[in-house]
């Protein structure tokens, strides 16, 4: 079993910056790979990004690249999610979860353990 609870949202302005983190605990956190997903009002929950063991493959849905970074601390057992350049569509609750393969996952199915959530809110 892996425990995920994530940290730091908040509310931003539009254009202005958040970082969230995903504390795991349970197992060996390097053995996992991990993702960040959303979930609007009335949406799905949808893919964000995924980082892979060592950190060194990453990948993002077209809608943050170039805006969200993700990254990880295994000593820490820590997984992030920097925020940059924030707009109103942003605002969700977002979730870490953790895929027991080193393989990045794009989809709900590919992960198997998943946070409680954190709700990021962007203000115009």
């Known amino acids: 079993q892996v425990q995920l609870v994530e940290s730091g949202g908040g509310l931003a302005q539009a254009g202005g910056s958040l970082r969230l983190s995903c504390v795991a605990s349970?197992?060996?956190?390097?053995?996992?790979?991990m993702g960040w997903f959303r979930q609007a009002p009335g949406k799905e929950r949808e893919f964000v990004a995924a980082?892979?063991?060592?950190?060194?493959?990453?990948y993002y849905a077209d809608s943050v690249k170039g805006r969200f970074t993700i990254s990880r601390d295994n000593a820490k057992n820590t997984v992030y999610l920097q925020l940059n350049s924030l707009k109103p569509e942003d605002t969700a609750v977002y979730y870490c979860?953790?895929?027991?393969?080193?393989?990045?996952?794009?989809?709900?199915?590919?992960?198997?353990?998943w946070g409680q959530g954190t709700q990021v809110t962007v203000s115009s």
């Open positions: 980082i892979n063991w060592s950190g060194g493959r990453v």
């Open positions: 979860a953790a895929r027991r393969a080193n393989v990045l996952g794009y989809v709900r199915d590919d992960y198997d353990y």
């Open positions: 349970g197992r060996t956190f390097s053995w996992y790979a």
